[in-house]
């Protein structure tokens, strides 16, 4: 089982970024899976989580409106588009699938003008 992240960077306020976390070993369509996020100096936090049928299960309140979890089955890829973005959203953004709690090695998104 492997998951890589890939899509940060440098954003300014209000600007977008898709992130995408690609797959390997295994199916995503079979699993819940999710997108964490940790700030400096804070816990990790679970940002949206999708279900393995497809229905989204949770954004969290602070996201909400802005961001929207998604999946590709065909490509094995699930991605994590984010709009409106503020500097409170700055941290390092981790897929995650729940069964075996895999992780990636996460990817840094900076909001900063």
């Known amino acids: 089982v492997q998951l890589v992240e890939s899509g940060g960077g440098l954003v300014q306020p209000g600007g977008s970024l898709r992130l995408s976390c690609a797959a390997s070993?295994?199916?995503?369509?079979?699993?819940?899976m999710s997108w964490y996020r940790q700030a400096p100096g804070k816990e990790r936090e679970l940002v949206a989580g999708?279900?393995?049928?497809?229905?989204?299960?949770a954004y969290a309140d602070s996201v909400k409106g802005r961001f929207t979890i998604s999946r590709d089955n065909a490509k094995n890829m699930l991605y994590l588009q984010m709009n409106s973005l503020k500097p409170e959203d700055t941290a390092v953004y981790y897929c995650?699938?729940?069964?075996?709690?895999?992780w990636g090695q996460g990817t840094q998104v900076t909001v900063s003008s």
């Open positions: 995650n699938r729940r069964l075996g709690d895999y």
């Open positions: 070993g295994f199916r995503l369509l079979f699993y819940d």
């Open positions: 999708m279900r393995s049928g497809g229905a989204v299960t």
